[in-house]
């Protein structure tokens, strides 16, 4: 779907969940072939099952279905009488070709309301003359559009938060004696005393069809066993599936959160895939079966939530994903070195990338977010930055599974999750030529320090 129609329906999001009767549409979708009966099952299973979470999912998912897909959607709607909403897109969509700017979003500037005698800099840094009596906290308040808030004022959701660089080789004794205080206390952090911790799903997609497109990631299996040892010796039983289509790995996932994980502490998934940006509300991307069909981010995260896995209610889920979050190369900046160039002359890196390209993430609508539950006790931990490639080497497997294995072998005996992650971060940052950078959207509530 090219960009201007990707928005058009995003700007339409809220009536569409509010008004389509989706109903009357599968039919005409799948005689249109705009989706497959298995994708149709999907999109009913959406969420409870409602209409609204039935028209959510299917706006989302119609992003992915090609160039034609807006076009052939509309036709459904008139198909099925649905006129209104069909004039309304056909009329909007007509409008942005004759005019391109009608439909992109204002250029608006934030507007600092504060103090009338302090000019916008000044509520920044602005100190409390002591002597003048306090007129109480007065905060700035900031109007516009999300992405131009000043950066205090963002929810940092998606940040994790830089505690001081924790090295057990000169960190002195009370960095240690903090970490051991934590594990040992259960509202600090999460209870792994379970043998077996719990259960690893690993899915190593390598070969993919003809017809997807999408190459051989030759280096992948280095990777498979790599994560299959560590999390074995970290106490986990690992399960390896390969060369998975969409709809196996969407099974193999559901298998996973219906299993009893009562006596067990804490559930893993590893996905080894090509992958690709995709719509989203809470968790970006999506990674592609072995077929060439993606398979959403959030969706695989969702699968593991309070109603679909009640067993691991309040135990932390870990989710790492090595593959491309699009097609982006960072050519990186210019820093003082600070580590020797690692990458070795015979070695040969290519990214995980895909041609499928959304475009640039947009805030959704309230509608669509005021639904969802707030995840909790969940980590997604990224190969790389949404809109990124992430790199492969054909002989030694990928920057962020080497680097990850080789942080956890070091470190996981003293040193809690997101501090590794952190050290994974800034170890894979100095690779390379084209840069790359690991993320992670972290929900966990408290620390996690795995079962050595």
């Known amino acids: 779907m090219n960009e201007a129609d990707r928005r058009l329906l995003r700007q339409s ?22 989706f497959t009966p298995d994708m149709i099952e999907d999109i009913q299973r959406a969420g409870s099952g409602s209409r609204r979470d039935q028209a959510r999912q299917l706006i989302t998912d119609l992003e992915t279905r090609g160039s034609q897909a807006l076009p052939l959607f509309i036709s459904c ?11 309304l897109l056909r009329t909007s969509r007509q409008t ?36 003048r009596p306090s007129q109480g906290k007065l905060a700035p ?31 002195g004794f009370s960095e240690i004696c903090a970490q051991d205080r934590a594990k040992g ?31 051989t990631r030759t280096g992948s299996s280095i990777d498979c066993e790599r994560m ?15 060369n998975l289509a969409a709809k196996q790995m969407v099974q193999a996932l559901v298998e996973l959160a219906r299993r009893d994980h009562s006596a067990l502490d804490c559930c893993v998934v590893v996905i080894l895939s090509h992958g690709c940006q995709a719509s989203h ?33 309040g135990k932390p889920k870990l989710f790492f994903i090595q593959a491309c979050g699009g097609e982006q190369k960072d050519q990186g900046f210019e820093v003082a070195s600070t580590s020797p160039e690692d990458r070795t002359p015979d070695s040969d890196p290519e990214p995980d990338a895909t041609p499928f390209q959304e475009g640039p993430v947009t805030v959704d609508q309230p509608d669509a977010v005021s639904s969802l539950p707030t995840p909790s006790d969940i980590l997604v931990s990224y190969s790389t930055f949404p809109g990124f490639v992430s790199w492969r080497d054909t002989k030694s497997g990928s920057w962020y599974i080497e680097t990850l294995d080789s942080i956890f072998e070091q470190w996981a005996h003293c040193e809690d999750l997101q501090t590794l992650l952190l050290r994974v971060a800034n170890a894979v940052s100095v690779k390379g030529v084209y840069k790359q950078i690991p993320g992670c959207f972290n929900f966990l509530r408290k620390k996690l320090f795995f079962k050595t």
């Open 13 to 34: 999001r809220v009536r569409l969940v509010g008004e389509l009767q989706v109903a009357a549409l599968w039919d005409a979708l799948l005689n249109r072939e705009l």
């Open 77 to 87: 709607l008139e198909d099925t009488g649905q006129e209104t909403l069909a004039s």
């Open 228 to 242: 299959q040892q560590r999390f074995h010796l970290l106490h986990f039983m690992v399960d390896v599936k390969c």
């Open 96 to 131: 942005a070709k004759q005019d391109p700017e009608a439909i992109r979003p204002l250029n608006l500037k934030p507007v600092v309301l504060g103090p009338v005698s302090l000019k916008p800099k000044e509520l920044r840094g602005a100190k409390q003359d002591p002597s």
């Open 141 to 171: 308040v900031v109007l516009g559009p999300e992405e131009l808030w000043p950066a205090k004022l963002r929810p940092e959701v998606l940040r994790p938060e830089a505690p001081r660089p924790v090295d057990i080789g000169s960190g």
């Open 281 to 313: 509300l809470q968790f970006p991307g999506a990674v592609y079966g072995m077929d060439g069909y993606p398979v959403s981010v959030e969706r695989i995260v969702n699968i593991f939530n309070g109603t679909g896995c009640p067993s691991l209610g």
């Open 185 to 215: 206390n259960a509202d600090l952090a999460y209870v792994l005393n379970a043998d077996p911790c719990g259960h690893c799903l690993i899915i190593n997609n390598v070969n993919f069809c003809h017809e997807s497109g999408l190459r």
